[in-house]
C-alpha cells in the first residue's frame, strides 16, 4: 500500500503534468526481491496493481515497463496476477549489450501477442528500452537496429539513451561497460553516425544509407 499512497500523492501534486506514468512490472534486479517468499510473484504483482489503479484513479494512463524481451515467461504472471487489467500499454525492454543482430524484435512482439492472447487480454505493446551500444565502434550497428525497430509492429519506440554515460568510472565489468554506450551522442557531447544521418537526412536518409550497405 505504501507504493500506491506515494504514487497517489504524486499524482496530486503534479496533477495534469503527466498523461502516462510507467511502472515496474518486475524488480530491477534480482536481488531487491527474495522469490523464496514470493515464487509466483503475487505479492510483487499486488504492489503493482494497487498502484496502478490508483493512478488510474487519478487520470493517469499506466504502462508496464522494463519487460525483459528475452525472458517473456514473466508475463504470463502478470496476467494470470490479474496486473495486466490496469495496464493501458506494456513496455518490452532489452539489454543494449545485445548486439544488434541478436533481438529479433518481431519475434519477441509476436510472443508477446501469443501470451496475452492464451489469457484473453488485448493490450498495445511499447518498446521502451531499444537500442544497441557502439562499444565496439561499430555506429552503423545502430544504424541497423533503429531501421529494424521502425518496422516492428507496436505502438511507439523509445530509445536506451541519448548520451553514453560517463567512461571514466573504475571497477566496471565488461557487459557493464558494453551497456553504458547506447548513446546517439558519445560522452562528450558529439554525434555518432546514427544522429548525423538522421539530424541531416532524416529517417529516410538512415534506411537509405543500411540499404546500401546491405546490397554491397
Known sequence: RSFADFLDEWAVHCAGGFEWIELPCAPAHPDL?????????????QIV??????????????????LPAGDLGWLSLLCENGVVDFADAIGLQDDPATPADGRDW???VREARRILGEHC?????????AGCSS????????????TSLLHTDVERVYWSGLQDSDRSSR?????????RWPGLL???????????LWRDQGIEGVQQVVDRKSVV
Open 33 to 45: 526481491w527474495d522469490w523464496r517468499l514470493d515464487p509466483r510473484g503475487r505479492i510483487f504483482s
Open 49 to 66: 496493481a494497487s498502484a496502478a489503479n490508483r493512478g488510474r484513479q487519478r487520470g493517469l494512463k499506466i504502462v508496464l515497463g522494463s
Open 106 to 108: 518481431a519475434q519477441a
Open 121 to 129: 487480454r488485448e493490450v498495445p505493446l511499447w518498446l521502451n528500452g
Open 135 to 146: 562499444d565496439r565502434y561499430d555506429e552503423f550497428a545502430q544504424c541497423q537496429m533503429l
Open 171 to 179: 571497477h566496471v565489468t565488461a557487459s557493464w561497460e558494453r551497456r
Open 186 to 196: 558519445r560522452q562528450d557531447g558529439s554525434p555518432k553516425l546514427l544522429f548525423r
